[in-house]
């Protein structure tokens, strides 16, 4: 930019191009600007060069999260998973599991306790626009807790209907979406994990009611137990090679 030109350009003007100059023009509006000797573009510059050095900051901590993707990245497809809340032991959570592609950045993904609401929403839509595949692990986990509440359904038997409820619905979304089992039967299992029985049997193991306790943890071992038995034979009906394995 001829200096003529930088000197026509009002402060105000210059502040405007540099709130809307994405992060890929910010080394040009540096360049354009660092020779113009008035305060306020000094300071606008300055600016400009925190923003940029923010950028490769954020670059270099989204290369350290994708450790695992560089350690594992021989496996065709890495899955991210995380649950809502205090997880099992204060009751029924929400997990979510999520697919990205190989090389994918996706800049400030973070903790959504250290985001903002605004920027959670931004990142909401990226992640879903970018993700190969993003399940959400609440439905069979509901239908087990309405089996044990409404139907005096025992438990375990409640579980392994949950877990086959959730591998039923895995191959159905595999076979009309595409998207891996993996996405919906880890989320959907992670939350039935019997957290609150497994606590009640340890407080109960504290107060020395040993009756109480070995019940609780035999309730908790029974329920871990037809889980997989659950996923195992939702996958038996739905995947003929599964099912003639050798």
Same mark, same amino acid.
């Given at each position: 930019? !001829?200096?003529? +030109?930088?000197?026509?350009?009002?402060?105000? =003007? #210059?502040? !405007?191009?540099?709130?809307?100059?994405?992060?890929?023009?910010?080394?040009?509006?540096?360049?354009?600007?660092?020779?113009?000797?008035?305060?306020?573009?000094?300071?606008?510059?300055?600016?400009?060069?925190?923003?940029?050095? %923010?950028?490769?900051?954020?670059? %270099?901590?989204?290369? %350290?999260? =994708?450790?695992? +993707?560089?350690?594992?990245?021989?496996?065709?497809?890495?899955?991210?998973?995380?649950?809502?809340?205090?997880?099992?032991?204060?009751?029924?959570?929400?997990?979510?599991? *999520?697919? @990205?592609?190989?090389?994918?950045?996706?800049?400030?993904?973070?903790?959504?306790? %250290?985001?903002?609401?605004?920027?959670?929403?931004?990142?909401?839509?990226? #992640?879903?626009?970018?993700?190969?595949?993003?399940?959400?692990?609440?439905?069979?986990?509901?239908?087990?807790?309405?089996?044990?509440?409404?139907?005096?359904?025992?438990?375990?038997?409640?579980?392994?209907?949950?877990?086959?409820?959730?591998?039923?619905?895995?191959? @159905?979304?595999?076979?009309? *979406?595409?998207?891996?089992?993996?996405? *919906?039967?880890?989320?959907?299992?992670?939350?039935?994990?019997?957290?609150?029985?497994?606590?009640?049997?340890?407080?109960?193991?504290?107060?020395?009611?040993?009756?109480?306790?070995?019940?609780?943890?035999?309730?908790?071992?029974?329920?871990?137990?037809?889980?997989? @038995?659950? @996923?195992?034979?939702?996958?038996?009906?739905?995947?003929?090679?599964?099912?003639?394995?050798?």
């Amino acid at each position: 930019m !001829e200096v003529s +030109e930088m000197e026509e350009r009002k402060i105000g =003007q #210059i502040k !405007e191009e540099l709130k809307a100059a994405t992060e890929a023009m910010l080394p040009s509006f540096i360049m354009a600007y660092e020779s113009d000797e008035r305060s306020g573009v000094i300071k606008l510059v300055e600016q400009a060069k925190k923003r940029l050095q %923010k950028l490769e900051e954020e670059r %270099k901590r989204i290369w %350290k999260l =994708q450790e695992y +993707e560089r350690k594992y990245g021989q496996y065709t497809y890495i899955c991210g998973i995380d649950e809502v809340g205090r997880g099992p032991l204060a009751g029924p959570v929400v997990a979510g599991a *999520v697919i @990205l592609p190989k090389d994918c950045d996706i800049l400030y993904i973070n903790d959504s306790k %250290k985001l903002t609401a605004a920027k959670r929403e931004e990142l909401y839509d990226e #992640i879903m626009e970018k993700a190969v595949a993003a399940g959400i692990g609440a439905v069979a986990n509901t239908f087990r807790l309405e089996l044990v509440d409404l139907t005096a359904c025992p438990p375990a038997a409640a579980a392994f209907m949950g877990a086959l409820a959730a591998g039923l619905l895995a191959s @159905l979304i595999k076979s009309r *979406v595409g998207y891996p089992r993996i996405s *919906v039967t880890v989320p959907s299992i992670v939350i039935m994990v019997p957290g609150l029985y497994l606590y009640r049997g340890f407080y109960n193991l504290g107060m020395m009611s040993l009756s109480a306790s070995a019940s609780w943890f035999a309730s908790a071992i029974l329920i871990v137990a037809a889980l997989p @038995l659950g @996923l195992i034979f939702a996958r038996i009906l739905t995947d003929k090679t599964f099912r003639y394995c050798t």
